[in-house]
């Protein structure tokens, strides 16, 4: 079989392919038209989905990003003033091209989290809004990203979370984007993660492989309104079971080798502590943030080395996922190396002909390091 052309792609697990058997459930699939909801694969697709999830229903969403702002925006019936408390680094506010704001005339509450890692009850009882002074916007929705960087929040912070805000009557929304690998990385069942959620948006297209996607799991009543707003936002699809198929060929095949993707991120993490290269946050589940400044490592000397050695990397973040080959782990390794070696000769004010890219949580996830 020949290799993905995400075998050396260390960028993001979003650079994934279809694996041969995801092809051929696409080309198998059932061809109803979603709109009205007669497409068979698309149903078992999200029943599937709900089963996991111990939600009443699911719906299909074209991305990560609709499934988040729609997942969100069911919530949010009343006209505004609302707010949503999250994360600062939360993909739902600092990387959804102002969704929130545009989308459900949200204010958003981006929370610093005390521990530099995950938002805790203790976070959130700080920065929650409660109350009807005129002059602030209530908190409404409580955003959770899972995993956040890569970094697992202890289920029982995830308890007192929703605890705290369904005593208020807040609703509790989680950006599950990677919530497979949290699940996979702790053994916890997606239900039992999820039954701290009044909402969850999961990714397919990340480490799950497939080409597009992501789903949205709630109340029957929610999905009800997530349908109607998918539409407006011109997310409703016809023939969706050629894009559901591998989706589902991504739950069942891909999903289970995600501990193994986990467990040659840890190994990847010693093979660096090796060369003085340290992470920015710990290393729980697929990501490994370098501490480019503690690791003595030039971020562009960093990515020349990269090009050299034939190996994709765009900023500190190192994704791993299953298409990554043996033999590009061990190119990457030896860029780093390199990096390593020549950033200590470096001369004063040197500018690399290769310039980092990425922006906010694919480059910087503690904002102390
Ligand atoms: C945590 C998180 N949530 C949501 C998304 C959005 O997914 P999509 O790119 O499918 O819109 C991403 C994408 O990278 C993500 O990392």
């Known amino acids: 079989m020949p290799a993905s052309p995400a075998h050396n ?4 697990d979003t650079f994934t392919t279809p694996t041969p ?30 089963r996991l999830t111990g939600m009443e229903a699911a719906l299909f969403m074209l ?18 003033p609302h707010s ?18 545009v989308l459900s005339q949200a204010m958003v509450t981006p929370v610093h989290p005390r521990n530099g890692l995950y938002m805790t009850a203790e976070d959130v009882k700080r920065w929650v809004v409660l109350g009807e002074d005129v002059h602030v916007a209530p908190t409404r929705v409580i955003s959770l990203e899972l995993t956040i960087g890569g970094v697992l929040t202890p289920l029982e912070e995830i308890q007192c979370i929703s605890e705290f805000a369904r005593a ?50 709630t109340t029957s009543e929610g999905i009800k309104r997530a349908r109607w707003l998918r539409k407006q936002l011109g997310g409703g699809i016809r023939q969706a079971g050629v894009l559901t198929a591998a989706a589902l060929v991504g739950v069942r095949e891909v999903w289970p080798t995600m501990a193994e993707t986990h467990a ?39 990515l020349e080395q990269c090009e ?30 390199e990096a390593v070696r ?15 890219g990425g922006y906010g949580s694919t480059s910087k996830m503690n904002e102390y390091s």
Request: hydrophobic content about 40%; proline content about 3%.
């Open 308 to 337: 050299k050695f034939g190996v994709k990397l765009m900023d500190e973040r190192i994704a791993m996922h299953h298409q990554i080959s043996e033999e590009a782990v061990n190119n990457l390794k030896m860029a780093i190396a």
């Open 168 to 217: 208020h009557g807040i609703k509790v929304h989680c950006d599950g984007a990677r919530l497979w690998n949290a699940s996979a990385a702790t053994g916890i069942p997606l239900a039992e993660y999820c039954q701290y959620f009044d909402s969850v948006s999961m990714c397919v297209s990340k480490g799950l492989g497939a080409p597009v996607g992501g789903v949205l799991a």
């Open 84 to 101: 949503v408390l999250c994360d600062y680094r939360a993909h739902v506010y600092a990387e959804e091209g102002s969704g929130l704001a």
């Open 63 to 80: 991305s990560g990003t609709m499934g988040n702002q729609i997942g969100v925006r069911i919530h949010l019936a009343q006209p505004p």
């Open 342 to 356: 020549i950033t200590k000769e470096l001369p004063e004010g040197y500018v690399s002909k290769v310039q980092k």
């Open 21 to 50: 058997s995801m092809l051929t459930a696409m080309a198998t699939a059932t061809f109803g038209d979603d709109v009205y909801e007669e497409d068979t694969t698309t149903n078992t697709f999200q029943a599937e989905i709900a």
């Open 264 to 302: 040659k991120t840890k190994q990847l993490e010693a093979d660096l502590k090796g060369l003085g290269v340290v992470p920015q946050i710990p290393v729980d589940t697929n990501f490994f943030f370098i501490d480019a400044e503690r690791s003595g490592v030039d971020m562009g000397v960093l």
């Open 9 to 12: 792609d260390f960028r993001s």
